[in-house]
């Protein structure tokens, strides 16, 4: 069963750049949708962005224009670059499947944007 590591959180003032990135245990070629998930403090964990193996994408209203997801199919890694940050995007970052898959919930990196 994959795995997935995230990392790349950090705290960032509003305004600023966080690029996350999720390494898996495995290929993900054969996987058609990648998605980055968050959770807020006191809120579920909600769907930010979804990577399909063709290459479209989806973006939660609320990210969308600042935040861009890609996927490197050689390295086994998503990415999520995280522009024009805002306090209100403050939470836990998850990398999974979309649909998501029980297993592969990781421990989630850290993000904190400070106003």
């Known amino acids: 069963q994959v795995q997935v590591v995230e990392s790349g959180g950090g705290l960032v003032q509003a305004g600023g750049s966080l690029r996350l990135s999720c390494a898996a245990s495995e290929s993900i070629f054969s996987i058609n949708g990648m998605g980055w998930y968050r959770q807020a403090p006191g809120k579920q964990r909600e769907l930010v962005a979804v990577?399909?193996?063709?290459?479209?994408?989806n973006y939660a209203d609320s990210v969308k224009g600042r935040f861009f997801i890609s996927r490197d199919n050689a390295k086994n890694t998503v990415y999520l670059q995280m522009n024009s940050l805002k306090p209100e995007d403050t939470g836990v970052y998850y990398c999974n499947t979309f649909p998501a898959r029980g297993y592969m919930w990781g421990q989630g990196t850290q993000v904190t944007v400070s106003s």
């Open positions: 990577i399909y193996s063709g290459g479209n994408t």
